[in-house]
C-alpha cells in the first residue's frame, strides 16, 4: 500500500481529536500494516484454544461439554471488555490504552499456558477476551488516521490483519498443540503479544480524547448512541445473529472432527483456518466496494452467502468421508467470505455516523458481535451433545438467515 500524505490526513485528525502529525510524518503503509499485525496478533488470542479442546480435556481430565466452555469464557471476556473497556477510548489516549492491554493480555495468556484446571483456564480465558480488546482500539485509531475518501480501504486492510489472526490462529494452535503441547501455544503467544508491543511503542502515535464524558456517562452515552441511530441497532443486530452460526461452527469443529467417522486430531482441525483464511480477502474487497457502491449492498450479499454456505453443509450425507470434508472446507471458505465482508461493511455504516464517537460506536457493534460469539459456543457446545453436528448446522443456518431478514427489512426514517 501506498503511503498517505500527511496533507491529507491532517483535516481527518484535526476532526475527530486525533493528535495531529508532522509535517514530514506520513501515514505510511508500514504503520498500516503494523496495526493490521498488532489486531491479528491480538484478537488470535481469542481463537488458540479452539482446535486445541480435545488435547486440553484428555490432558485435564475434562468432559467434552465442560471444555467447551473455554472458548465461551473467552468470548464472553470480550464482550464485557468492548462495553466497559472499548468506550474508554473516546475519553483517553488510545496509545496508551493499547499498550496497557498489551501487558494484561501477555500475564493472561501466561496464566492460561500454566493452568492445572478448568477454573484457572476459565478464569484466564475472562482475561485474555477482557484484554485482547485492544483490537477494538487498534481498528477505530486505523480509521482516524486515514483520509476520509480512503477509510473503507484502510479499514479493510487492518481487518484483514485481524481477521487473518482470527482465522490463522487455528492452524498454528492446532500444529503446536498436537507436536509440542497447548501449553507451549500459550506461552509462545504471550511472547509474541509482547514483541507487538514493543513495535507500537515506538511507532503509534498518540490521540487526544474526542470527549471529557465521566464514565458513567461514556457508558450511558452508548445508549444514547443505540436509541438514536436505527442504522447502528441494525449493524450490530445483523452482526449479532450471523455470529452466532459462525462461532458455532468453529467452537464444535474440533469435537465433530475427533469422533466419528473422521477421527481427526488436532492439526486437521487447525488446518480448516486455512480455508477460512482464504476468506480474510473479503475485508480489502469489501471496503473497495462499500467506498464505491454503498455498504448495504455488501451486508447483503455477505450475509446471503453466509446462509447459503451454512445450509450447503447439509449436504454431507450424499458424500463419503473424503468427500464430506472437501464440502465442509468449501462451505468454510464460503461463510467465512461472507462474514467478514458483512463485517468490514457494518463497520463502514457505523463509522460514518458520528466521528467524535468512534470508539463508541465500535463497541456498541461488537458488543453485538462477541455476545452472538459466545450465545454461538454455548450454544454450539449444547445442539452438538445433543443432536449431533447437524443440529449446529441448523443453528447456523437459521441464524444467517434471520441477520438476512434485519438487513432487507424496510428501516423507518
Known amino acids: 500500500m501506498s503511503s498517505i500524505q500527511n496533507t491529507h490526513a491532517e483535516p481527518v485528525l484535526a476532526a475527530t481529536g486525533a493528535t495531529p502529525l508532522k509535517r514530514d510524518v506520513r501515514l505510511s503503509g508500514m504503520l498500516i500494516w503494523l496495526l493490521a499485525a498488532s489486531a491479528g496478533f491480538s484478537v488470535a488470542s481469542l481463537y488458540y484454544s479452539q482446535p486445541m479442546l480435545g488435547v486440553i480435556g484428555s490432558d485435564l481430565g475434562i468432559s467434552d461439554r465442560a471444555v467447551g466452555m473455554v472458548p465461551m469464557s473467552t468470548q464472553l471476556g470480550y464482550a464485557l471488555g468492548i ?40 478464569a484466564s480465558g475472562l482475561a485474555i477476551g477482557l484484554s485482547a480488546t485492544m483490537a477494538q482500539d487498534i481498528v477505530p485509531a486505523a480509521a482516524i488516521l486515514a483520509p476520509e475518501q480512503h477509510r473503507g480501504k484502510v479499514v479493510g486492510t487492518v481487518m484483514t490483519g485481524l481477521l ?31 514483541m507487538i508491543g514493543l513495535s507500537l511503542l515506538r511507532s503509534l502515535p498518540a490521540f487526544k480524547p474526542t470527549t471529557q464524558l465521566a464514565y458513567r456517562a461514556l457508558l450511558g452515552s452508548m445508549l444514547d448512541l443505540l436509541r438514536r441511530h436505527a442504522s447502528l441497532r ?65 451486508t447483503r450479499l455477505g450475509i446471503g452467502l453466509a446462509a447459503l454456505s451454512f445450509a450447503a453443509m447439509g449436504l454431507a450425507p450424499f458424500f463419503s468421508v473424503d468427500g464430506s470434508l472437501c464440502l465442509l472446507v468449501l462451505c468454510a471458505i464460503g461463510f467465512d467470505f461472507g462474514v467478514q465482508a458483512t463485517l468490514v461493511a457494518h463497520q463502514t455504516i457505523v463509522y460514518g455516523l458520528d ?56 428501516q423507518r426514517r
Open 83 to 122: 462495553l466497559l473497556l472499548a468506550p474508554l477510548g473516546d475519553r483517553y489516549d488510545r496509545r496508551r490504552i493499547i499498550l496497557i492491554k498489551v501487558a494484561v493480555l501477555v500475564l493472561a495468556l501466561l496464566l492460561a499456558g500454566t493452568s492445572s484446571g478448568l477454573s484457572l483456564l476459565l
Open 355 to 410: 466521528p467524535a464517537a468512534r470508539s463508541r460506536l465500535n463497541a456498541v457493534l461488537f458488543v453485538g458481535m462477541f455476545v452472538g460469539m459466545a450465545a454461538g459456543a454455548a450454544l454450539g457446545s449444547l445442539m452438538l451433545a445433543q443432536w449431533g453436528w447437524y443440529g449446529v448446522i441448523v443453528l447456523a443456518t437459521l441464524m444467517s438467515f434471520a441477520a438476512l431478514v434485519v438487513r432487507v427489512w424496510p
Open 234 to 298: 441494525r449493524a450490530a443486530m445483523a452482526q449479532g445473529l450471523l455470529s452466532v452460526g459462525f462461532s458455532a461452527f468453529w467452537s464444535t469443529l474440533a469435537l465433530m472432527l475427533h469422533g466419528a467417522p473422521f477421527h481427526l486430531g488436532s492439526t486437521a482441525a487447525g488446518a480448516f483456518g486455512l480455508a477460512g483464511a482464504a476468506g480474510a480477502l473479503a475485508a480489502p474487497l469489501a471496503g473497495r466496494i462499500a467506498d464505491r457502491k454503498g455498504p448495504e449492498l455488501v
Open 164 to 194: 487473518l489472526g482470527i482465522l490463522l490462529s487455528r492452524v498454528l494452535s492446532g500444529f503446536v498443540a498436537e507436536h509440542m503441547g497447548w501449553r507451549v501455544m500459550f506461552i509462545a503467544a504471550a511472547v509474541s503479544v509482547a
